[in-house]
């Protein structure tokens, strides 16, 4: 559990660090694992705070310093939203809130495994029904005719055009103050790569050497289609455990238990290889772009 942070302060004397995404690209474990720094604070109630997209929102420095705990100077206070990376708009609302000195921290995935990892995420929370290579031929006139909820559940390819998402980012924050990691780096140089945040967020870096990596969010198949598909019907689910539950905290507590219950723990079957070849000739040009602007190498990506 996230530890609880207290001390003195204010909204004006916090520094903020945000991971904006990539959805399924390791935002669950980066969250988990720097909430165990002790110079490190998360939002209080939720992971995702959903802050810089709710229209309802004050965006003002102090309203979004009340999400975290009193915190004493010094100390980051660290918000990973996977949406703020994919709806534009974002970055200019963090940084007329918190500045245009925010540091903020980018996590991409090989587009292919990401949006296959997103649809069985769709699957299990009884968003999606189609077959995977179904929803890709689907995934324009859903997100052209599905408004907002298409966009946060069903567009699983679009998400990976990360280069004019990322490129928002840049301009907004500069360079200096935009990390890029890789998912793979996370996982396989996990130790080298917490010491790199570390630095660049100015906080005591020997932590990196005495976390464990957690399988944080990792996918799995849904024991039951039916109740994946009552999960994915949030306004009958709302109205039965409305009457049941009259809470509304408890109730919003309910939906993961949900999940959890109906995770077969069963791991996803792989991905078919001629589907698997004609995405990666999907994001070509688009890989070619990203490499382009952030000067890495991506060819691990195109295999």
Not at 2 to 30: D, H, N, V
Request: aromatic share 10%.
């Amino acid at each position: 559990m996230p530890k609880a942070c207290s001390g003195e302060g204010s909204g004006k004397r916090m520094r903020f660090a945000i991971c904006p995404g990539a959805q399924k690209a390791g935002t669950t474990t980066l969250h988990a694992l720097l909430a165990t720094h002790p110079e490190i604070c998360v939002p209080l109630k939720h992971k995702e705070t959903r802050y810089f997209l709710d229209p309802l929102s004050e965006l003002t420095l102090d309203a979004y310093s009340r999400l975290f705990p009193e915190t004493p100077k010094g100390r980051v206070n660290f918000d990973a939203d996977p949406e703020y990376l994919y709806f534009r708009g974002s970055a200019a609302k963090i940084a007329d809130t918190l500045g245009a000195e925010t540091k903020i921290i980018i996590l991409l995935r090989n587009p292919v495994d990401r949006a296959y990892s997103q649809y069985w995420m769709s699957v299990r929370r009884g968003f999606e029904t189609e077959d995977f290579e179904t929803a890709f031929r689907l995934e324009a006139e859903r997100l052209r005719e599905g408004g907002r909820h298409a966009h946060l559940h069903l567009g699983y390819f679009s998400r990976g055009f990360y280069s004019e998402q990322v490129e928002e980012y840049l301009d907004t924050f500069g360079r200096n103050n935009v990390r890029i990691v890789l998912f793979d780096e996370l996982v396989s140089e996990s130790v080298a790569t917490l010491q790199g945040l570390c630095h660049f967020l100015k906080i005591d870096d020997r932590w990196a050497t005495r976390v464990t990596l957690p399988r944080a969010n990792v996918g799995s198949l849904p024991r039951s289609r039916l109740l994946a598909k009552l999960h994915g019907q949030p306004m009958a689910v709302k109205s039965v455990l409305k009457r049941l539950i009259p809470s509304r905290r408890i109730r919003w507590a309910f939906y993961p238990i949900l999940e959890r219950l109906n995770s077969a723990g069963a791991r996803p079957p792989p991905m078919d290889d001629e589907f698997r070849r004609e995405l990666v000739g999907y994001y070509a040009a688009e890989i070619d772009r990203l490499v382009d602007l952030l000067g890495v190498s991506l060819d691990h990506w195109r295999g």
